[in-house]
Antibody, heavy 119, light 107 residues
């Protein structure tokens, strides 16, 4: 069974940092592209980042470029999102998701990790 | 960035109804569109990709159509478990934008 389990969410002050982890199981993690997507009542679903299978190519939304960094450890089957210079409007539920091959959408999602940025 | 506009934002329907949700892209995205279903406190679930291809395990009452800029998600004979929010996402280019969602509620 494919599973993605996020952790690392929590409450952080504006300007602070947080690292999210997404542990994968049930599939060959090292062969899949992975994405981060967040959701807030204000902005709805917002695509954030994509990382290719070997971690060499990273794409970001403009809203997080330069502040967030995506990475992966294929040996540990784990995807990461390092979030720096956090702002109040980064408050959201953050999801990791697996990209189905061939541009067929995001076929498996984690349960979500709540990040709250507040003083 | 490609903008996706869904309509309606909210609809009220009864069990057994046929429901249609539209998604309009701000530019031509060919057939690079996916549809997701999301229930409260749950992650989105992929229903359809390539505009009209049903994801494995998704009931046949769900169907998708369209290409270019105009797309449709249809649910035939709405079931109680279908009351949820539906989102489209374009897979043509980055950033991979989503529509704002359509909430389907019980009439």
């Amino acid at each position: 069974e494919v599973q993605l389990v996020e952790s690392g969410g929590g409450l952080v002050q504006p300007g602070g940092s947080l690292r999210l982890s997404c542990v994968a199981s049930g599939f060959s993690f090292s062969t899949y592209y992975m994405h981060w997507v967040r959701q807030s009542p204000e902005k709805g679903l917002e695509w954030l980042s994509r990382l290719n299978s070997d971690g060499s190519t990273k794409l970001y939304a403009d809203s997080v470029k330069g502040r967030f960094t995506v990475s992966r450890d294929n040996a540990q089957k784990t995807l990461y999102l390092q979030m720096n210079s956090l702002r109040v409007d980064d408050t959201a539920v953050y999801y990791c998701a697996r990209a189905a091959p061939g541009g067929r959408g995001l076929d498996y999602w984690g349960q979500g990790a709540l990040v709250t940025v507040s003083s | 960035d490609i903008q996706l506009t869904q309509s309606p934002s909210f609809l009220s329907a009864s069990v057994g109804d046929r429901v249609t949700i539209t998604c309009r892209a701000s530019e031509d995205i060919s057939s690079f569109l996916a549809w997701y279903q999301q229930k409260p406190e749950k992650a989105p679930k992929l229903l359809i990709f390539a505009a009209s291809t049903l994801q494995s395990g998704v009931p046949l009452r769900f169907s998708g159509s369209g290409s270019g800029t105009d797309f449709t998600l249809t649910i035939n004979s709405l079931q109680p478990e279908d009351f949820a929010t539906y989102y489209c996402q374009q897979l043509n280019s980055y950033p991979r934008t989503f529509g704002q969602g359509t909430k389907v509620e019980i009439k």
